[in-house]
């Protein structure tokens, strides 16, 4: 790989691309917060916000977007796509305040032929007369070749007769898409070196897609064969397999080409997290950089290692965005996992308990019970038969629920010695039991947390009767944490969740020093 550094623009098209993801359709007010966060926050060159004509929410966003950018500093960083249409996608995009089109033509002699029914020279009028009206009105004109790498590889004479007519007419960038994701890394480098070295004054731009897999692999291709920019989005979004993921490519191309780009770091999750939860689209567990498994150590050996001397870090660090790594606790863990996760909890033991605890945790890990730090302690307390995490106990409780009838939970717990018995309802039994407790935990000066996620699932191919597990995610003042629990019933799952949450924190209030 190349070790002279170079400076390489990357072009964000969540907005656009990225919005053609099945069952993802942006608000306006999400489409803008989404905006600021990639410009401002995560520092990406040039956004790609919407496609010209859509929809009047459409314009709405596009114009907000625009007088924010104006007033920040980020005028003409904010691009639109638009078509072939002479005035109306212009006039459309100065409405907006824009200032940047990206017109959409057709980059395969096949593409021109049967779906516009047009001769090249044909198209290349309409793409001249559009081209010419948006310069005459002050834009910014970019060009994409949709389905270039097939018009390539099946017509190249008609892309290299397309680039000579439109070579010299004031395009800024030539954008190149992988518009199917069909091509190789071999052949992205040949394909684009050749168009770099026909048309060395062109800047390029590479549109990959992701549908073999290979999308981050095709854009290092792309820049060792000397493209200006690079397209991609927050998550992968896009259609079908998806676009280059922005925090693959971002990380690859400093990591293992040297190089220079604007991007923010630091900034990758939070954005990723933001997308998610406009999008409905969840991340993998397992998704590089941003997935929530992927600073975590699962093997003892991995643990010990790292223990002993950072033998199995990286550069690839959770530092560099704003995480951190963990060590997992099940059937894999050793001594050095649990001593990782005993210190991250201040917890100290001796090495007879921690030998009992390890046990304990090597045998839930054999029943695919999933161990979080925050089960630790439960786990030692049960282990070693302490009562430091038994504030609350629950004695007895009855939850019915019925069809188009509100959902009742009768309970009766013990917190720290004295017993009560209370009552709720609710939209579920959960919700019930959580009414019911709350009232509980009234004298007690104790609310629960707000809950910002909440999960249930079985094993895979797991059958009617299989154990339940729940895992529910609580926003404790800014500092999210989980806490789990298995039951044969899912609402009973949740249940002991929830008195997890609460041990705890009674826990905590319980070991907390006490002011003077």
């Not at 909440?454 to 003042?477: F, H, K, M, Q, S």
Request: hydrophobic share 35%; charged share 20%; aromatic share 6%.
């Amino acid at each position: 790989m190349s070790t002279n550094s170079r400076t390489l623009q990357l072009m964000d098209t969540t907005l656009r691309d990225g919005e053609q993801t099945q069952g993802v359709s942006f608000t306006p007010t999400e489409k803008v917060t989404i905006a600021k966060a990639l410009l401002q926050s995560l520092r990406v060159d040039r956004i790609e916000v919407a496609s010209a004509r859509v929809s009047q929410g459409e314009k709405e966003a596009v114009s907000n977007i625009n007088q924010w950018a104006k007033q920040e500093g980020f005028d003409g960083c904010v691009e639109v796509l638009g078509f072939v249409d002479h005035t109306k996608s212009v006039d459309w995009i100065l409405e907006t305040g824009g200032r940047v089109i990206n017109l959409l033509t057709k980059g395969s002699e096949k593409h021109c032929r049967e779906q516009l029914g047009k001769t090249l020279e044909q198209h290349t009028a309409d793409i001249l007369q559009t081209v010419n009206y948006a310069l005459e009105k002050g834009l910014t004109v970019n060009v994409y070749l949709e389905d270039w790498s097939n018009g390539y590889q099946n017509s190249p004479e008609y892309v290299y007769q397309l680039m000579e007519n439109l070579r010299y007419v004031g395009i800024h960038h030539f954008m190149l898409p992988d518009t199917l994701g069909v091509l190789s890394p071999e052949e992205v480098f040949v394909y684009l070196n050749d168009m770099c070295q026909r048309y060395p004054e062109a800047h390029f731009d590479f549109h990959p897609h992701n549908d073999y897999g290979l999308a981050t692999a095709n854009v290092m291709a792309a820049v060792r064969a000397g493209v200006s920019a690079i397209h991609c989005t927050v998550n992968c979004l896009g259609e079908r397999a998806g676009n280059a993921s922005i925090a693959e490519v971002a990380v690859v191309l400093r990591d293992k080409m040297n190089i220079a780009l604007s991007i923010n770091e630091s900034h990758i999750v939070r954005l990723s997290n933001m997308v998610e939860n406009f999008s409905g689209k969840r991340v993998s567990a397992n998704a590089p950089i941003i997935g929530a498994d992927v600073f975590t150590q699962t093997a003892g050996i991995h643990a010990d290692g790292d223990q002993k001397g950072g033998l199995y870090k990286t550069k690839l660090g959770p530092e560099r965005f704003s995480r951190t790594r963990s060590y997992a606790l099940g059937k894999m863990s050793g001594k050095a996992s649990l001593k990782k996760n005993l210190e991250q909890l201040e917890l100290d033991l001796s090495e007879e308990n921690q030998k009992k605890v390890l046990e304990r945790i090597v045998s839930l890990g054999d029943s695919k019970q999933i161990i979080t730090t925050d089960d630790l302690p439960f786990i030692i307390a049960d282990v070693l038969e302490s009562k430091n995490y038994q504030h609350i106990k629950l004695l007895n409780c009855s939850i019915t629920s019925g069809l188009d009838l509100e959902s009742t939970a009768s309970i009766r717990v013990n917190v720290k010695g004295t017993k009560h018995i209370a009552s709720g309802s609710g939209n579920g039994g959960f919700d019930a039991f959580i009414d019911a407790i709350n009232k509980v935990m009234k004298h007690h000066n104790y609310t629960l947390p707000a809950l910002r996620d909440y999960e249930v699932r079985i094993p895979r191919g797991g059958n009617t009767n299989a154990l339940t597990e729940c895992v529910i995610t609580w926003d404790c003042g800014g500092e999210l944490r989980k806490t789990l629990a298995v039951h044969a019933n899912q609402v009973f799952a949740g249940v002991l969740a929830a008195l997890k949450m609460i041990n705890m924190q009674l826990h905590e209030q319980t070991t907390a020093p006490q002011e003077k």
